[in-house]
């Protein structure tokens, strides 16, 4: 099966097993493809959100303040 997911698996084993408590913690590879694809949207409703507030703000470009205020929205959203 192709990853349709801008992360590599590997990218979010590693991710995922720095917040382990247990060095053992196995992630199957299903729960793997599943969080790639978590985080692929986590980051395009980030950039999404950041465009419309760029709009908000009439700016032209999107830039760490325009994602700084939809943050933790976007937290509490997902």
């Known amino acids: 099966m192709e990853e349709t997911s801008g ?3 590997e990218l979010v084993s590693r991710l995922l097993h720095l917040h382990f ?3 053992k913690t196995k992630v ?3 729960a793997l493809q599943l969080m790639a694809e978590f985080l692929r949207i986590f980051v395009v409703e980030a ?3 950041g465009v419309c507030q760029a709009q908000a703000e009439d ?3 999107v ?4 994602l700084e205020k ?3 929205q976007l937290l509490l959203d997902f």
Do not use: E
Not at 63 to 66: F, I, L, P
């Open 59 to 61: 700016l032209d470009v």
């Open 7 to 9: 992360f590599r698996k």
């Open 47 to 49: 950039a999404a959100r």
């Open 28 to 30: 199957s590879g299903d």
């Open 63 to 66: 830039n760490v303040d325009q």
């Open 21 to 23: 408590r247990d060095c």
């Open 70 to 72: 939809v943050l933790p």
